[in-house]
């Protein structure tokens, strides 16, 4: 045709094909990962296959339906040759994950499959999609009081905090500190620096008392023993 380049003419032809109405976004980005999220189970699928997959689909054009990157571009996004490439293009179009379109001279055609019977069912309308939250979920723990540090001490190992609801030493106490500031609310600030001396001397010392605290049965005898082990120690 007169005053027509080759270009429009064969961009014309090109939209003519594109007859269906795109993909709302939302739709095309759900498919997309369920797509992706799909393969990554598939343990016949190689470490760089997926990789290659992943961008395939990322490449993925909302209106068409398809992707065209080269291998070249491919392969220098994740530092890899075009032959490796190639073989993971062939890997996912053997196992039914991708169909490739060869055109001569030109970037290839990928687009997204599904392999037979692997395809998601789709949610019914009004209907909230399903996010494959498991119906048995993992039961949640308990919360501390995360207003109070776990220990007054700054230098104690993590193996060394034991947990509460324990009946002897061993066990996890998560709410040590919550104890700690109940005995130096009760008993004075100087017990902080009687915590830090108690540690030094016997590992178990602090616990002890706040197991007491927990208990019920933590006595100012108990607090004046502390005291003067701390000093007896200091002064030998």
């Known amino acids: 045709m007169d005053g027509v380049s080759p270009a429009s003419v064969y961009i014309g032809r090109w939209l003519r094909r594109v007859k269906a109405a795109p993909m709302d976004e939302r739709t095309f980005k759900r498919n997309k990962m369920q797509w992706v ?32 990157p080269s291998l070249a571009s491919l392969a220098k996004k994740i530092c890899m040759t075009t032959k490796s490439v190639h073989r993971a293009v062939d890997q996912l179009e ?12 030109c970037s ?18 009004g209907r909230k999609v ?11 723990p308990s919360r501390r009081d995360a207003s109070v540090a776990r220990t007054y001490l700054s230098n104690q190992p993590k193996t060394f905090l034991i947990g509460l609801g324990g009946e002897g030493l061993g066990e996890r106490f998560k709410d ?10 009760d008993y004075g600030p100087d017990m902080v620096g009687v ?18 605290a927990k208990s019920g049965s933590l006595t100012p005898l108990d607090i004046n023993a502390a005291r003067l082990s701390v000093a007896k120690n200091q002064g030998s």
């Open 37 to 68: 999220n799909a393969l990554s189970h598939e343990c016949e699928i190689r470490p760089t296959t997926f990789r290659i997959a992943y961008l395939i689909a990322d490449h993925q054009n909302r209106t068409v339906g398809f992707a065209w």
């Open 94 to 105: 053997e196992t039914g994950w991708l169909e490739v379109e060869r055109k001569a001279n």
């Open 108 to 125: 290839n055609r990928y687009r997204l499959r599904w392999p037979p019977g692997r395809k998601p069912v789709p949610a019914l309308a």
């Open 130 to 140: 399903d996010r494959n939250v498991p119906t048995e979920r993992q039961p949640s």
């Open 176 to 185: 040590r500190g919550k104890y700690e500031a109940q005995i130096v609310s």
């Open 195 to 212: 915590f830090e001396e108690l540690d030094r001397i016997d590992a178990t010392a602090v616990e002890k008392l706040c197991r007491k």
